[in-house]
């Protein structure tokens, strides 16, 4: 005869199994809605989503609020209304995360946009300390798992990723390539460009805040202060 922890149990799994229903069955939605064009709708379910803690372990708060304000900033008026929430966000759209991935230039080789592809993938992860897997990721902790995917082991830490990469003048930076930051004394945040030779830099990137993430470099008064320096890994 079934016991109580045995019945316990079983609502136990019951209740994940239909958690996690709920949470497929929200993505879907949101993924029908942003694709008929209601970012707004989309960029205020996500926050209420960030806010439920059924999504403290799930993405898809982050990654459906980011593809949205995506959209939402290319309206200045909104844009100046959300400004102090759009500082991580790129002001241009070429070559951004928009709808399910980032927007390749011609430039790209079929390598490099394999492994952008996987960057973007992840989309919302959160951060976490020493974090080197899906299930969340500190700054170096992303990049080795991203070239790692794609057959290329990279030192752990992003100083040793420095040291270990082909040093290359910002001009010549492009998609693929690694970007590496300053506190002022040591190398202690890398990110991955996804952006073209020539037009407006833009990575992807863990951010302690908030994740994997996408920000427009040239245009951020975080960011651009503390670039050390671009490498390549050959």
């Not at 209740?15 to 993924?31: G, I, P, R, T």
């Not at 003048?169 to 996804?194: K, R, W």
Request: glycine share 6%.
């Amino acid at each position: 005869m079934p016991t109580k922890r045995f019945y316990l149990l079983f609502f136990l799994i019951a209740s994940l199994s239909f958690s996690l229903q709920a949470q497929k069955s929200m993505e879907q939605k949101l993924d029908v809605l942003l694709s008929q064009g209601h970012y707004k709708l989309v960029y205020r379910k996500a926050k209420r989503l960030a806010q439920n803690p059924a999504y403290d372990q799930s993405n898809v708060p982050a990654k459906y609020r980011q593809l949205a304000a995506q959209e939402l900033a290319k309206n200045p008026i909104w844009a100046k209304r959300h400004a102090l929430e759009l500082e991580w966000m790129p002001r241009t759209t070429e070559n951004t995360a928009v709808n399910t991935g980032i927007k390749q230039g011609t430039q790209s080789s079929a390598k490099t946009q394999k492994l952008l592809n996987e960057a973007q993938k992840h989309l919302g992860v959160p951060y976490k300390e020493a974090g080197i897997d899906p299930t969340g990721f500190d700054c170096s902790g992303f990049t080795c798992y991203v070239f790692e995917q794609n057959g290329v082991s990279l030192p752990r830490r992003a100083a040793d990723q420095y040291t270990f990469c082909q040093k290359i003048d910002p001009e010549e930076a492009h998609a693929g390539d690694l970007v590496f930051f300053s506190n002022g004394t040591q190398i202690n945040h890398v990110g991955i460009l996804i952006s073209e030779k020539g037009a407006i830099k833009q990575m992807i990137h863990s951010s302690s805040s908030l994740g994997i993430s996408i920000v427009e470099l040239e245009t951020s008064a975080y960011w651009k202060p503390k670039v050390a320096g671009y490498g390549r890994i050959k």
